[in-house]
Nanobody, 121 residues
Framework: VQLVESGGGLVQPGGSLRLSCAASGFTFTQKAMGWFRQAPGKEREFVAA????????SYADSAKGRFTISRDNAKNMVYLQMNSLKPEDTAVYYCTAGVVMTEREAAYDYWGQGTQVTVSS
């Protein structure tokens, strides 16, 4: 099983980034997908999740209206479009896969290695 994130980097406040996650080694269409993040000195926190067909989404309050999670089941990819980025969005962002779409970290089965997002002027 592999989840490989990409698309992180340094961006100015107000800018945008699109994170991608390539999944392999499991039946992608049978898994809900999620994004979590961990800032320095803080616990990992939920950002967004998406049902296995992509019809239902869930967002943390901090992400609502700015971030959009999506998936391409034909390509085994999941994305996180992040707009209007703020310095407090700085964190390592992790892609995850699980049986159900949930905000609970412990419910997810597979995790990527993470990609760094830094929002700074």
């Amino acid at each position: 099983v592999q989840l490989v994130e990409s698309g992180g980097g340094l961006v100015q406040p107000g800018g945008s980034l699109r994170l991608s996650c390539a999944a392999s080694g499991f039946t992608f269409t049978q898994k809900a997908m999620g994004w979590f993040r961990q800032a320095p000195g803080k616990e990992r926190e939920f950002v967004a999740a998406l049902s296995y067909r992509g019809g239902t989404t869930s967002y943390a309050d901090s992400a609502k209206g700015r971030f959009t999670i999506s998936r391409d089941n034909a390509k085994n990819m999941v994305y996180l479009q992040m707009n209007s980025l703020k310095p407090e969005d700085t964190a390592v962002y992790y892609c995850t896969a699980g049986v159900v779409m949930t905000e609970r970290e412990a419910a997810y089965d597979y995790w990527g290695q993470g990609t760094q997002v830094t929002v700074s002027s």
